[in-house]
């Protein structure tokens, strides 16, 4: 099991921090999802391509930038 961490724009309260978290648990091969508001982050563990990730980030309305 791997670690992939998304640094995210666009995200500014708690509802963007759910909604995120949601999306990104929604992807095949994820364990285990944190998103961290503050630092503008996710952190996520498990199998899942980045590509994967990065889409289900940018359809909740948010921006990967790193």
Same mark, same amino acid.
């Given at each position: 099991m791997s670690q992939t961490i998304? @640094?995210?724009e666009?995200?500014?309260c708690n509802h963007c921090k759910m909604r995120? +978290? @949601?999306a990104l648990q929604g992807v095949s091969g994820v364990?285990? &999802?944190k998103v961290d508001l503050a630092a503008k982050e996710a952190v996520v563990s498990g199998?899942? +391509?980045r590509a994967?990730? &990065?889409k289900a980030v940018t359809d909740a309305g948010y921006? &990967? &930038?790193g």
């Open positions: 998304l @640094k995210i666009g995200m500014t995120t +978290e @949601k364990e285990s &999802v199998d899942a +391509e994967n990730l &990065v921006t &990967v &930038v």
